[in-house]
């Protein structure tokens, strides 16, 4: 099993970046999939799930409006779309498959100017 995360960098607040999460070794189109974060000297954070047809989402308040999860199942992907990006996204993210507890390494995300 492999997930791999890309697309992480520096971005200026107010700033977008998509993030993706690239599976394998397991069925992707039947699992949901999430993503999380972890702040400096923070626990991790849900931050967004998906269902495994794509058909439901689901997003904590914090990124609610500004963030946008998606998947591609014909190419084992899971996407993170942030926008108006501040401050405070600044973290480690990380996608995971929840049924079975499958993490990827992780992506740094800097947000400042």
């Known amino acids: 099993v492999q997930l791999v995360e890309s697309g992480g960098g520096l971005v200026q607040p107010g700033g977008s970046l998509r993030l993706s999460c690239a599976a394998s070794?397991?069925?992707?189109?039947?699992?949901?999939m999430t993503w999380y974060r972890q702040a400096p000297g923070k626990g991790r954070e849900l931050v967004a799930s998906i269902s495994g047809t794509g058909s439901r989402t689901d997003y904590s308040d914090s990124v609610k409006g500004r963030f946008t999860i998606s998947r591609n199942n014909a190419l084992n992907t899971v996407y993170l779309q942030m926008n108006s990006l501040k401050p405070e996204d600044t973290a480690v993210y990380y996608c995971?498959?929840?049924?079975?507890?499958?993490w990827g390494q992780g992506t740094q995300v800097t947000v400042s100017s």
């Open positions: 070794g397991f069925t992707f189109s039947s699992s949901p």
């Open positions: 995971k498959e929840p049924y079975n507890g499958y």
